[in-house]
């Protein structure tokens, strides 16, 4: 037990320190830094600059050198990389986790899961925080801090991304007296913490739908006893379905319900139609009964370091085996969500990474696009239509669609 109390104590101390002298940015500059050293608490990997750690060895330098060790050393650190996920409540640390389970290679790659404070959190990380490499955002959060400028300046120059991950559908969980979004106006809505991608996307989405609401933060198991309490009119998260506290959720009728959330015109460029079902939250949806709601995409996103430098090589390594390995992805016991995964996606208003872009390049990449737009469509017959979709349909009702498929993803490419 004093064992554990030491380990948490040093944990503490290693995230303290990266919080008070990391925040320097992300720039050539930080080249020279040592990659990030992996603190162990649990099964989860804490995020502690090298430097720290340096510090404590200089003070007892080594009493003879030893080339087997520097070699270890040297390895271990030049193909370690860093992803910022999320807290357990979403699904990006279960991407996070399934990254290094399936693609960990010893010293020759190793991939560290790091909790992260969510999407808009993370972003800023990846712009500024030392010794991070990548991690798990929202395609819209883009958009916003270009809009805002309060991360700096040319965001859109500073970011690419490594793949389009899949839809973080947004769950509305409201009081049993709120039947509509426009019953929420002038009420407490809870926007899950702050600094977290929901935060941004529902303040994005609550403008364009025109419902001014009073905004509070906190964590969803806090908001669901506040909402049973009546000390708030609902709560959002974006997330994966099924989203883990959304999931463990009692059934509760008489304190809350999922609420439909319309797919208003001003939402559809940067938004996607998404829907629930009695499979995804048994619990909150009858059998045989949907909720519609809308859905964001979750980014893979890295800095835009110079080609040829340590940290680009360090990333490229990842994504190939990223793409070299992806097939196991889609098996068991790896997240559903990875079904929706599409590497060669576009993204509108984002460029991808140089190494990405060159492994799609390569010839023999074409295939696993025509499997995936079979996957696209099959999820965008499910959203638009999902009483046709399970009952089946005529050829031509369904080349109909097709071409209505075809339509709209021109108009995400764009």
């Known amino acids: 037990m004093k064992s554990l109390r030491i380990l948490a104590s040093a944990t503490l101390m290693a995230g303290a320190a990266l919080m008070c002298g990391a925040a320097y940015g992300q720039s050539p500059a930080a080249e020279a830094e040592a990659a990030p050293a992996p603190a162990r608490f649990g099964t989860l990997a804490v995020e502690a600059p090298y430097r720290v750690a340096q510090a404590a060895q200089a003070a007892t330098p080594p009493a003879s050198s030893d080339p087997i060790t520097d070699r270890f050393v040297d390895e271990l650190n030049a193909n370690t990389i860093t992803i910022l996920s999320g807290n357990p409540n979403g699904t990006y640390l279960f991407f996070a986790y399934d990254m290094s389970a399936v693609l960990d290679d010893g010293n020759r790659l190793r991939v560290l899961p790091v909790i992260g404070k ?28 270009s809009n805002t400028g309060e991360v700096g300046r040319n965001i859109a120059n500073r970011l690419r991304y490594i793949t389009r991950l899949y839809n973080e559908e947004m769950h509305l969980l409201v009081a049993p007296n709120i039947n509509k979004v426009e019953d929420l106006r002038g009420k407490k809505v809870n926007f899950s913490d702050a600094g977290s991608g929901t935060q941004i996307s529902n303040r994005i989405i609550f403008d364009a739908l025109k419902v001014k609401v009073e905004e509070v933060n906190m964590g969803q198991e806090d908001a669901f006893e506040a909402l049973k309490r009546g000390d708030i009119s609902a709560t959002v998260l974006f997330g994966g379905k099924p989203a883990g506290a959304f999931a463990r959720i009692e059934a509760n009728p008489s304190k809350y319900k999922l609420l439909p959330v319309p797919y208003v015109p001003d939402l559809q460029e940067v938004y996607l139609p998404a829907t629930f079902s009695h499979d995804d939250y048994p619990n909150l949806i009858a059998e045989g009964q949907t909720v519609d709601t809308i859905a964001v995409g979750a980014v893979l996103a890295v800095f835009n370091w110079a080609p040829g430098s340590e940290r680009y090589r360090r990333v490229a390594k990842f994504t190939k085996a990223l793409f070299e390995n992806f097939d196991k992805f889609l098996q068991k016991p790896r997240h559903p969500k990875w079904k929706e995964v599409n590497l060669a996606a576009e993204l509108p208003g984002w460029q991808r990474f140089g190494a990405a872009q060159e492994l799609l390049n390569k010839p023999g990449s074409a295939p696993v696009n025509a499997a995936q737009l079979k996957r696209d469509f099959d999820r965008f017959l499910t959203n638009v239509s999902p009483k046709e979709a399970a009952q089946g349909m005529s050829e031509d009702r369904r080349e109909e669609l097709f071409r209505s498929f075809l339509e709209w993803q021109g108009t995400q490419q764009r």
């Open 118 to 145: 969510g999407a808009a959190q993370n972003t800023k990380d990846i712009l500024y925080l030392r010794n991070t490499d990548m991690g798990i955002t929202q395609s819209d959060i883009l958009r916003h801090y």
